[in-house]
């Protein structure tokens, strides 16, 4: 038995030495669901319409990888099937249904088998795909069926239990609302939204070319995420606004928001962005770099001045811009929290001295620009006496 370092109290989701107790999730178990919880497993059984416990009964672990679990029900509630019947996962990336298997092997499920769908049944794309499924999920698979609109390879993962299905569907949603109350560590949050990301989420990132030469213009970046389920929908864009303050507006199924500097770093510090969209959007960022955009006026701001006060005419000297240039880009830092200002006299002592307005960065400007520099330069080491010496020693 784990003995108990940390857990997250009033969430009822408990936190042992970096696992996940499963165990802290019965009480939210369908009723016709039987569970016994002991030191190291949980033995789940579907109970009979008099309330009997089948005999037959599915053995899991009780403490799973909190790194692991979140992200497997993100993906779940994505592409997961929502009946109680059985347990099946369907997408064209592999490297996902990789995720899913190792999450339930993790849990003690061992006997996964698959199904293949595609328009050309018999191509060398196909056979070439179900070879490297089973290397990297250990199922076998099952039966290949034609389908003219799956132009890849549309692998579904499946494992026929009842109660597993039953309990998974259950610890999802119980997850879920644990997250919309803010009761739960960013962390697991972030997983599980990665999860959710690569199931049914897509990054659309606007990249063109400037009309006079080559150069490369970034336009923005958006996020979509794809769901016909009214009730998680809502939930999804609850949990977003919660913990990142990204705000998802409904067209349809699909809900879109549009992201800032402060979301992409965000997001991309914890992990949210899929492997696949995170190179582009370090692009994205270092192309504002290139165009002396926001990340870069900030990095100089920070490298100059530290946590120093400073004028519009010293900053214009620092970022090579004309003193109204300079001073819209600061009023625009300071109107999403990068800088506070203010208004002083240049001499108390003296009548007449004009009144000059001040700015200083603000500890989330630090932040930022911390996370900045280790996102987009990770081979070199940013240290604090650089940030701003004044600002570590207080904290």
């Not at 002991?38 to 033995?43: K, L, P, V």
């Amino acid at each position: 038995m784990r003995r108990e370092s940390s857990e997250n109290e009033g969430s009822g989701i408990r936190i042992v030495n970096g696992y996940i107790d499963l165990a802290s999730l019965l009480n939210g178990l369908p009723e016709d669901l039987h569970a016994e919880a002991g030191d190291e497993y949980i033995d789940l059984a579907k109970t009979s319409y008099a309330g009997r416990v089948k005999r037959c009964k599915t053995r899991i672990r009780r403490y799973v990888d909190e790194r692991l679990f979140p992200e497997f029900l993100g993906l779940y509630v994505s592409d997961g099937s929502k009946k109680f019947d059985r347990v099946r996962f369907s997408n064209t990336n592999i490297r996902y249904h990789e995720k899913v298997a190792d999450a339930l092997k993790h849990l003690g499920v061992h006997e996964l088998v698959a199904y293949v769908y595609h328009s050309i049944p018999d191509s060398r794309e196909l056979k070439e795909a179900i070879t490297r499924f089973k290397a990297l999920t250990g199922a076998e698979v099952h039966g290949a069926y034609f389908d003219a609109r799956a132009r890849n390879p549309l692998f579904e993962l499946d494992v026929c239990n009842k109660s597993l299905a039953m309990f998974l569907l259950a610890a999802e949603r119980m997850f879920r609302k644990a997250a919309i109350a803010g009761r739960l560590p960013r962390k697991l949050v972030a997983r599980y939204l990665r999860g959710v990301m690569e199931g049914d989420g897509s990054i659309r990132i606007r990249i063109g070319r400037v009309k006079k030469g080559e150069e490369e213009k970034a336009e923005g970046v958006y996020i979509s995420i794809s769901e016909k389920n009214e009730e998680i929908a809502k939930d999804f864009i609850k949990i977003f606004y919660r913990y990142y303050g990204v705000k998802l507006h409904s067209y349809g199924y699909d809900h879109v928001a549009t992201l800032n500097l402060q979301h992409l770093l965000d997001l991309l510090h914890d992990e949210v962005f899929p492997e696949e969209y995170a190179d582009k959007i370090r692009r994205r960022l270092l192309i504002a770099l290139k165009r002396q955009g926001v990340p870069w006026i900030l990095l100089q701001l920070v490298k100059a001045f530290g946590d120093d006060a400073f004028t519009v005419f010293e900053a214009s000297k620092v970022l090579w811009k004309s003193r109204n240039h300079t001073r819209d880009s600061l009023i625009n830092l300071e109107s999403i929290g990068y800088l506070k200002s203010w208004k002083q006299k240049i001499s108390e002592k003296r009548k007449g001295t004009p009144v000059r307005r001040f700015f200083k960065l603000t500890p989330k400007a630090f932040e930022t620009a911390k996370v900045l520099s280790s996102l987009l330069f990770p081979s070199f080491i940013l240290l604090s006496w650089w940030i701003c010496p004044t600002y570590v020693r207080k904290r």
